[in-house]
């Protein structure tokens, strides 16, 4: 993913208690009403629990992808050394069986560099597909996406940034979800590809060049999937969620993500993709309209840091995150009709609720020693705010806008 300023950084731009009110309530200070008693949070009602399933992916599965894909011999993946991972991916889509997806029955698809002087074209980097061919005449060249990039920051002022949860994390669900399809006994009646795309920490270049040079027409595409850091949670908080974002551009997802449940431990968060923006893979999808969905658990401490190692991801997270993924994989590629794009998005009140329990656990977790007067105040209102939303159970047009300023200062440490 792109870098960007913690959360914490975000704060200390704010230079003053007047525009932290006017940036959460669209007031400045004089035109403020006088509180004359603490604001008391509602009661929240809560949505009906999830379908529980146990994942057909294991932590024992996943970890190995991460353990060699993040180990100090691949020196962050960039470079000659996003050529070993390519091949590395590369060898278990062959070993599993699944067909190369490119042209000229090739695993790999070049990304042009820029030509020498002498007119040479050079090879920037390698995107690595296969795919397994749909049973169902009528449905076999609808095609299904499931994708992770694989290339990393590389070595840096002589320091390896190994990427064990940027995203070598998003691979080891790429290939156990190759994996497990591959194995099914009954193939998916729809085409299902598998990518890792490089360049990804180049302004998203692969998945950019993929979608300029796709191996079918982009219209054949029913559903894209990304995941990019998987492994942790958000400010390491004691938060077992998966952010899912991009349902609400295409509705028949949200009817997924409830039909599929969630495997147990895990629950679901669904955002809106304009809370963050384009962080990864997806936006190339996006701005095609392609119906699509992305996974991530949140930036955490160690984002774009030489800390980001093997030994500090979450497995058991990551291999239920997998099985989620092939769940829903497995949903669509078998339905009889598949999510359509629209550019008509409804009010997500999961998106409060999400944000309700950051705030909340931000202030359990870190208490009023570890917060400032300013985030205390920032998270406080937060959480009684989307409390009042969700007790209401509807959320007008400007509360919708304060939501997106304060995700942007709270989620942008997310993702």
């Known amino acids: 993913m792109s870098l960007v300023p913690?959360?914490?950084?975000?704060?200390?731009?704010?230079v003053g208690l007047p525009l932290v009110v006017t940036l959460l309530t669209g007031r400045t200070l004089a035109e403020m009403p006088q509180a004359t008693s603490a604001v008391q949070t509602p009661a929240i009602e809560q949505p009906a629990p999830p379908v529980q399933f146990e994942s057909a992916v294991l932590a024992s599965d996943v970890r190995p992808h991460v353990e060699y894909l993040a180990s100090p011999e691949l020196k962050g993946r960039s470079g000659p050394n996003a050529r070993i991972a390519a091949e590395y991916i590369q060898q278990r889509f062959e070993r599993w069986g699944l067909k190369p997806l490119f042209p000229g029955d090739n695993y790999f698809q070049e990304i042009p560099g820029a030509r020498s002087e002498e007119g040479a074209k050079s090879i920037a980097g390698r995107n690595?597909?296969?795919?397994?061919?749909?049973?169902?005449?009528?449905?076999?060249?609808?095609?299904?996406?499931?994708?992770?990039?694989?290339?990393?920051?590389?070595?840096?002022?002589?320091?390896?940034?190994?990427?064990?949860?940027?995203?070598?994390?998003?691979?080891?669900?790429?290939?156990?979800?190759?994996?497990?399809?591959?194995?099914?006994?009954?193939?998916?009646?729809?085409?299902?590809?598998?990518i890792g795309f490089d360049l990804e920490e180049r302004m998203l270049w692969g998945s950019r060049w993929f979608v300029a040079h796709p191996p079918w027409p982009l219209a054949q595409i029913k559903l894209f999937i990304t995941a990019d850091m998987i492994g942790r949670s958000l400010g390491?908080?004691?938060?077992?969620?998966?952010?899912?974002?991009g349902s609400e551009h295409a509705p028949r997802l949200k009817d997924v993500l409830s039909r599929v449940g969630t495997p147990h431990g895990l629950e679901v968060a669904r955002l809106g993709i304009d809370l963050i923006g384009t962080r990864s893979d997806y936006g190339p999808f996006r701005d095609a309209s392609i119906p699509f969905l992305f996974f991530s658990t949140g930036q955490h401490p160690d984002y774009h840091t030489p800390q980001d190692i093997p030994e500090r991801i979450d497995y058991a997270r990551v291999a239920k995150i997998s099985g989620l993924v092939h769940a829903i994989c497995d949903d669509v590629a078998n339905a009889d009709e598949t999510p359509e794009w629209t550019d008509d998005v409804a009010t997500n009140l999961d998106e409060a609720r999400a944000l309700n329990r950051i705030a909340t656990l931000m202030l359990q977790s870190r208490g009023s020693e570890g917060l400032s007067d300013?985030?205390?105040?920032?998270?406080?209102?937060?959480?009684?705010?989307?409390?009042?939303?969700?007790?209401?159970?509807?959320?007008s047009p400007l509360e919708r806008t304060w939501l997106v300023r304060v995700s942007q200062l709270m989620l942008l440490s997310v993702f």
């Open 128 to 194: 690595v597909g296969a795919w397994i061919e749909g049973s169902d005449p009528a449905l076999r060249d609808e095609v299904l996406i499931i994708s992770a990039h694989y290339d990393h920051l590389g070595v840096r002022g002589g320091r390896i940034y190994r990427g064990a949860d940027d995203n070598a994390s998003g691979v080891a669900m790429l290939l156990e979800v190759a994996r497990c399809t591959a194995a099914a006994a009954v193939k998916p009646r729809r085409s299902i590809a598998f």
């Open 374 to 395: 300013v985030q205390q105040l920032l998270l406080s209102h937060t959480k009684n705010r989307t409390a009042q939303i969700i007790e209401r159970g509807s959320m």
């Open 236 to 245: 390491d908080l004691p938060l077992p969620v998966v952010f899912v974002l």
């Open 6 to 14: 913690s959360w914490r950084r975000h704060f200390a731009i704010l």
